[in-house]
């Protein structure tokens, strides 16, 4: 089954952020995966659209991110 896969970077999120989406081709849900670099610690979130959307983990991941900044040394 083809697939697309789009990769992006996602600036002002941590020190770097890609979000990359799997859109596979027919009746199959598509993939999202938030990576986020900040110092030496990586956050990962991801998400599908098995419910008719996928989740918005771009927004739930600043106030993570933000969170790891302010107590992960």
């Known amino acids: 089954m083809p697939h697309t896969v789009s990769v992006t970077p996602v600036p002002g999120l941590g020190d770097e952020a890609v979000d990359l989406v799997n859109t596979p081709t027919g009746p199959y849900?598509?993939?999202?995966?938030?990576?986020?670099?900040?110092?030496?610690?990586v956050l990962f979130l991801d998400g599908d659209d098995v419910v008719d959307r996928?989740?918005?983990?771009?927004?739930?991941?600043?106030?993570?991110?933000?969170?790891?900044?302010d107590v992960v040394p």
């Open 29 to 41: 849900a598509t993939q999202e995966v938030l990576a986020v670099r900040i110092g030496d610690k």
């Open 54 to 69: 996928l989740p918005h983990i771009k927004d739930l991941a600043a106030p993570i991110a933000e969170h790891i900044k």
